[in-house]
């Protein structure tokens, strides 16, 4: 039985697949992510260089030699690569466990594919029972912790120590456990309209459109309709 790591490592090798030669990569955040960024490595002469979601990613990429441009430089992605918290069989997920929603939503919403690169745990029948990442403007922070009670939840405000996390755009993090999200478009819809929510880390109006599972028989890859 492959390592947790070997499953992650699997899957960022098998996303090169989709990766379009002469072009700018858009790169997620995360371990499984930097075994893409490791994979991508190997083939930097084959591409133009990458729009990264982090600071962390952008640091990796630089390491690695391959350039990275802003997200302003750049129209259209062919391809977005990152990996998830959780998935579900439609392809919506939950993302945000590195702290780097907002950026990956911004980069995911550029792209016109989203590959999600995961191991076999993170596929799920409902999202939830990962604590759901909400960035949020510090002075709102209470407010939207109670309007997820209200809905069954119980968010923490996200610790660095002992003070708040803050994310590469300075705003802080809500982590969410109880909550069991049946219509994830609806939800996303709905959060995303409460003052102070910077981004909710459901992701589906920005869905994958495949997923590169990694299982102990090999690399499944899993399509999804459009949402
Ligand atoms: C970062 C993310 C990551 O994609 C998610 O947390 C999965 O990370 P890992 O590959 O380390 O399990 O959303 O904000």
Not at 194 to 219: D, M, N, S, Y
Request: charged fraction near 15%.
């Amino acid at each position: 039985m492959p390592s947790q790591d070997e499953l992650k490592a699997m899957v960022g090798q098998a996303a090169l697949h989709y990766v379009v030669p002469g072009e700018i990569v858009g790169v997620g955040t995360g371990s499984t992510v930097n075994k893409f960024i490791d994979a991508l490595a190997g083939v930097k002469a084959s591409i133009r260089g990458a729009v990264s979601s982090s600071q962390a990613s952008s640091e990796r990429l630089r390491a690695a030699g391959i350039p990275v441009f802003d997200c302003n430089e750049v129209e259209t992605l062919s391809v977005y690569v990152d990996g998830a918290d959780e998935i579900d069989a439609l392809g919506f997920m939950i993302k945000g466990g590195g702290a780097a929603l907002t950026r990956e939503k911004i980069v995911a919403a550029q792209s016109r594919r989203f590959v999600c690169i995961a191991d076999a745990s993170k596929l799920v029948q409902t999202l939830g029972a990962f604590p759901l990442p909400v960035e949020v403007v510090p002075m709102a922070s209470a407010r939207i912790a109670r309007q997820f009670a209200a809905l069954g939840g119980t968010a923490r405000l996200r610790m660095a120590g002992s003070q708040p996390f803050l994310t590469d755009n300075g705003q802080q993090i809500l982590d969410v456990s109880g909550l069991s999200i049946a219509d994830p478009l609806q939800f996303e819809s709905s959060v995303n309209q409460w003052p102070g929510v910077v981004t909710v880390g459901v992701f589906a109006h920005q869905k994958a459109q495949v997923c590169l599972l990694g299982t102990a028989a090999g690399v499944k890859t899993l399509a999804f309709d459009a949402a």
